[in-house]
Nanobody, 123 residues
Framework: VQLQASGGGLVQAGGSLRLSCAISGRSSRTLGMAWFRQAPGKEREFVAAISWNGGSTYYADSVKGRFTISKDNAKNTVYLQMNKLKPEDTAVYSC?????????????????WGQGTLVTVSS
């Protein structure tokens, strides 16, 4: 399984960005997927996760109500729509895949990782 994240960039506070994670090597229909982020000097943290069928989602409290994770199985792609961005959302965002299809919040539960995409939110 290979994951390719894209969509990061520079945005002003209050703005929006949509991140994409293109999946190859396996159907997204069988994968639980998640987004994590790591800010400079900080540990990686969980952002959002979605189950294999898209029926369940889970968000970190810090992004709940502002971010939305979704899957387009026809395109084998997972998205993270980020609205009302704050400077504290600045980080490298990475997507991860769990072949068990479960909805998990810990990084060690994910077997596959994409390279990160940088999101910078200016105040």
């Amino acid at each position: 399984v290979q994951l390719q994240a894209s969509g990061g960039g520079l945005v002003q506070a209050g703005g929006s960005l949509r991140l994409s994670c293109a999946i190859s090597g396996r159907s997204s229909r069988t994968l639980g997927m998640a987004w994590f982020r790591q800010a400079p000097g900080k540990e990686r943290e969980f952002v959002a996760a979605i189950s294999w069928n898209g029926g369940s989602t889970y968000y970190a409290d810090s992004v709940k109500g502002r971010f939305t994770i979704s899957k387009d199985n026809a395109k084998n792609t997972v998205y993270l729509q980020m609205n009302k961005l704050k400077p504290e959302d600045t980080a490298v965002y990475s997507c991860a895949a769990d072949p068990s299809g479960s909805l998990n919040t810990h990084g060690y539960e994910y077997d596959y990782w994409g390279q990160g995409t940088l999101v910078t939110v200016s105040s």
